[in-house]
């Protein structure tokens, strides 16, 4: 069950948002938890089994693969990417220095964090499609963007946020294994942990549970499509299958990624942030409230806003997603830190009760 002040902050998301659905999934060595208020009829079905949109959590995804791969001894967290892609060399280094799969993970590599010279062509080319901008940035348009860019920046000095590195970095681990990335991604790391309901093309079925979102105007918005970076955000999940995903990174669940997942949730960077340091792909913050660390990662879409942490010693594990508009204040309260990022009070609201 939720307490009052987290249904107050759900119910405030919704008064202030059209047509919106928000939903919490929540486990712990006592079971699970879902409830949600949603915008469409479900048609019974379980509110757990909705299809969301998860964005950016992808990169969990990805950077789990490369511990995968780092742990079976076939790649290094410190191998240049340019071993793989020679041919974007001027690219991936600086001053000497070449950018890591580590850099990568953990958005130090000083790489921008979209090619937005190319993202805007896109969008002015076919602006039938603007809730759905990535749509039409090609494989060729990024390979072209590594092929022309040319890195000023002191590699692992600073951190940044970069969309275009992780899908770099999704793209290489892929072609390491040789298959697609969500292909990659089911083989190497949902299938291992039984998520049968993450993916990136969902069947018919699964798209008939998939959550509607709309835009400001009431237009609905469509699925998030990702063809060159899928690495960075594409996926799309339930509740119930990243709470399965959750109970794997408490250790709750036994499998054979056990050992790369307790890589990922080791230190390899800093961040913008003092209270907050980099795993692989995972953010590791401490906050006041909590003596041990939240590990966790959110996800924006056109559509959708996902949060996704854990505490792993007090074993709570917590998503939530919202299809709430956000406004332009807002937007540049999140940007200047002023307010945390959406759904994360009413994530921290629950952690907080259950710590009581």
Same mark, same amino acid.
């Given at each position: 069950?939720?307490?009052?002040?987290?249904?107050?902050?759900?119910? *405030?998301?919704?008064? $202030?948002?059209?047509?919106?659905?928000?939903?919490?999934?929540?486990?712990?060595?006592?079971?699970?938890?879902?409830?949600?208020? =949603?915008?469409?009829?479900?048609?019974?079905?379980?509110?757990?089994?909705?299809?969301?949109?998860?964005?950016?959590?992808?990169?969990?995804?990805?950077?789990?693969?490369?511990?995968?791969?780092?742990?079976? $001894?076939?790649?290094?967290?410190?191998?240049?990417?340019?071993?793989?892609?020679?041919?974007?060399?001027?690219?991936? /280094?600086?001053?000497?220095?070449?950018?890591? =799969?580590?850099?990568?993970?953990?958005? /130090?590599?000083?790489?921008?964090?979209?090619?937005? #010279?190319? !993202?805007?062509?896109?969008?002015?080319?076919?602006?039938?499609? #603007?809730?759905?901008?990535?749509?039409?940035?090609?494989?060729?348009?990024?390979?072209? &963007? =590594?092929?022309?860019?040319?890195?000023?920046?002191?590699?692992?000095? *600073?951190?940044?946020?970069?969309?275009?590195?992780?899908?770099?970095?999704?793209?290489?681990?892929?072609?390491?294994?040789?298959?697609?990335?969500?292909?990659?991604?089911?083989?190497?790391? !949902?299938?291992?942990?039984?998520?049968?309901?993450?993916?990136?093309?969902?069947?018919?079925?699964?798209?008939?549970?998939?959550?509607?979102?709309?835009?400001?105007?009431?237009?609905?918005?469509?699925?998030?499509?990702?063809? $060159?970076?899928?690495?960075?955000?594409?996926?799309?999940?339930?509740?119930?299958?990243?709470?399965?995903?959750?109970?794997?990174?408490?250790?709750?669940?036994?499998?054979?990624?056990?050992?790369?997942?307790?890589?990922?949730?080791?230190?390899?960077?800093?961040?913008?942030?003092?209270?907050?340091?980099?795993?692989?792909?995972?953010?590791?913050?401490? #906050?006041?409230? $909590?003596? /041990?660390?939240?590990?966790?990662?959110?996800?924006?879409?056109?559509? &959708?806003?996902?949060?996704?942490?854990?505490?792993?010693?007090?074993?709570?594990?917590?998503?939530? &997603?919202?299809?709430?508009?956000?406004?332009?204040?807002?937007?540049? #309260?999140? !940007?200047?830190?002023?307010?945390?990022?959406?759904?994360?009070?009413?994530?921290?609201?629950?952690?907080?009760?259950?710590?009581?």
């Amino acid at each position: 069950m939720l307490n009052t002040m987290t249904h107050k902050l759900i119910k *405030k998301e919704l008064d $202030s948002a059209k047509n919106a659905s928000l939903a919490v999934g929540v486990v712990t060595p006592e079971g699970k938890f879902t409830d949600g208020q =949603f915008n469409h009829d479900l048609n019974e079905g379980d509110i757990g089994d909705c299809i969301f949109e998860i964005g950016s959590t992808t990169k969990t995804f990805t950077s789990l693969l490369l511990a995968k791969l780092v742990q079976e $001894s076939k790649i290094s967290l410190d191998e240049p990417i340019s071993s793989y892609k020679p041919a974007y060399k001027n690219a991936l /280094s600086y001053d000497g220095k070449d950018i890591t =799969f580590r850099h990568l993970s953990t958005h /130090s590599s000083r790489l921008p964090r979209e090619d937005m #010279k190319k !993202l805007r062509k896109r969008i002015k080319e076919n602006k039938q499609d #603007k809730d759905n901008f990535y749509k039409h940035y090609t494989h060729e348009d990024l390979h072209q &963007f =590594f092929i022309d860019f040319d890195l000023k920046k002191e590699i692992g000095a *600073k951190w940044g946020y970069s969309n275009i590195g992780i899908g770099l970095l999704g793209n290489v681990l892929a072609e390491i294994v040789g298959m697609t990335y969500e292909e990659a991604i089911k083989t190497h790391i !949902l299938h291992p942990l039984n998520m049968k309901d993450t993916f990136i093309t969902g069947n018919e079925e699964q798209m008939k549970r998939y959550v509607q979102t709309y835009n400001k105007k009431g237009v609905m918005i469509p699925p998030i499509e990702l063809p $060159s970076i899928q690495g960075a955000g594409a996926f799309k999940s339930t509740l119930n299958d990243m709470l399965i995903y959750l109970q794997h990174q408490m250790g709750m669940k036994e499998s054979s990624l056990k050992e790369a997942i307790e890589l990922t949730h080791e230190i390899h960077g800093n961040s913008s942030k003092k209270t907050m340091q980099m795993g692989l792909g995972w953010f590791i913050e401490q #906050k006041k409230w $909590s003596s /041990s660390p939240i590990i966790h990662h959110g996800g924006t879409t056109i559509g &959708f806003h996902t949060y996704c942490g854990f505490l792993k010693e007090e074993q709570i594990g917590i998503v939530v &997603f919202s299809t709430i508009q956000l406004t332009t204040t807002r937007i540049i #309260k999140i !940007l200047l830190k002023v307010t945390g990022l959406v759904n994360e009070d009413i994530a921290e609201s629950i952690y907080i009760e259950h710590l009581a």
